[in-house]
T-cell receptor, first 115, second 115 residues
Framework: LAKTTQPISMDSYEGQEVNITCSHNNIATNDYITWYQQFPSQGPRFIIQGYKTKVTNEVASLFIPADRKSSTLSLPRVSLSDTAVYYCLVGVDFISSGSARQLTFGSGTQLTVLP | DTGVSQNPRHKITKRGQNVTFRCDPISEHNRLYWYRQTLGQGPEFLTYFQNEAQLEKSRLLSDRFSAERPKGSFSTLEIQRTEQGDSAMYLC?????????????FGEGSWLTVV
C-alpha cells in the first residue's frame, strides 16, 4: 500500500488560498488519489479525487504532476469553516485477482483558518 | 438523505459487555467498510465486504470483533467483552465498487465509550 506523507498542521487566514501537499512516492499504477475533510466527531467527507493532471470541482482543485509521486489539494479563499483535518489517501478500491486493497489513512493535516 | 447511516451514534458501556453497531450503506453500493478512529489519529481499516462476502480483515480485528452483512445490504459490527481500549469512533463507509476510483463515502460514526 502506498504510504502518504503530509504536513501535520497548517495555518491560514480567511480569504487566502491554501495548498496542502501530499507525498506518495510508491504510488501504484492503478492507484487513485483521494482527499477527505474531517471535522471533530464527524466522519470524513469526500472532497476530491484524481488520477493524473488536474481535477477541479466546486470546492477544491487537485494537482497531480506527471510522476504522480505527490499531489496538492488547493482550497480557494478559505473561511473559518474550513478549519478541519485533511487526509490524503492513495489506493484503489478495486478487486484484482481476487484480492481487495483497502485505503489507508495517514495522520492528516490539521488546517486552522484564522480570522 | 441517502448517505451512509450509522446507529447508535453514541454508546457507553461497561467493560465486559457486548455492543453492536449497525450501518446502512448508500443503497446501490455493494462495498461496505468498517474503520476505527481514536482521538488524534486517522481512521484505521478494520474490514471490508463485497456484497455479503467479507473479503478482508485487518489484524486489528481481534476475535472479539465480528462483522456481518447478511443480505448484502446493512452491516453490523459486534464487539464482545468490551475493553477500555475499544473506546473509539467506529466508522462505516460504502462505495459503488465499479473499479473507476470508487469514491468511498463515510457515515457520521458511532462513538463507543467503555467505562
Amino acid at each position: 500500500l502506498a504510504k502518504t506523507t503530509q504536513p501535520i498542521s497548517m495555518d491560514s487566514y480567511e480569504g487566502q488560498e491554501v495548498n496542502i501537499t501530499c507525498s506518495h512516492n510508491n504510488i501504484a499504477t492503478n492507484d487513485y488519489i483521494t482527499w477527505y475533510q474531517q471535522f471533530p466527531s464527524q466522519g470524513p467527507r469526500f472532497i476530491i479525487q484524481g488520477y493524473k493532471t488536474k481535477v477541479t470541482n466546486e470546492v477544491a482543485s487537485l494537482f497531480i504532476p506527471a510522476d504522480r509521486k505527490s499531489s496538492t489539494l488547493s482550497l480557494p479563499r478559505v473561511s473559518l469553516s474550513d478549519t478541519a483535518v485533511y487526509y490524503c489517501l492513495v489506493g484503489v478500491d478495486f478487486i484484482s485477482s481476487g484480492s481487495a486493497r483497502q485505503l489507508t489513512f495517514g495522520s492528516g493535516t490539521q488546517l486552522t483558518v484564522l480570522p | 438523505d441517502t448517505g451512509v447511516s450509522q446507529n447508535p451514534r453514541h454508546k457507553i458501556t461497561k467493560r465486559g459487555q457486548n455492543v453492536t453497531f449497525r450501518c446502512d450503506p448508500i443503497s446501490e453500493h455493494n462495498r461496505l467498510y468498517w474503520y476505527r478512529q481514536t482521538l488524534g489519529q486517522g481512521p484505521e481499516f478494520l474490514t471490508y465486504f463485497q456484497n455479503e462476502a467479507q473479503l478482508e480483515k485487518s489484524r486489528l480485528l481481534s476475535d472479539r470483533f465480528s462483522a456481518e452483512r447478511p443480505k448484502g445490504s446493512f452491516s453490523t459490527l459486534e464487539i464482545q467483552r468490551t475493553e477500555q481500549g475499544d473506546s473509539a469512533m467506529y466508522l462505516c463507509a460504502s462505495s459503488l465498487g465499479d473499479g473507476s476510483g470508487n469514491t468511498i463515502y463515510f457515515g457520521e460514526g458511532s462513538w463507543l465509550t467503555v467505562v
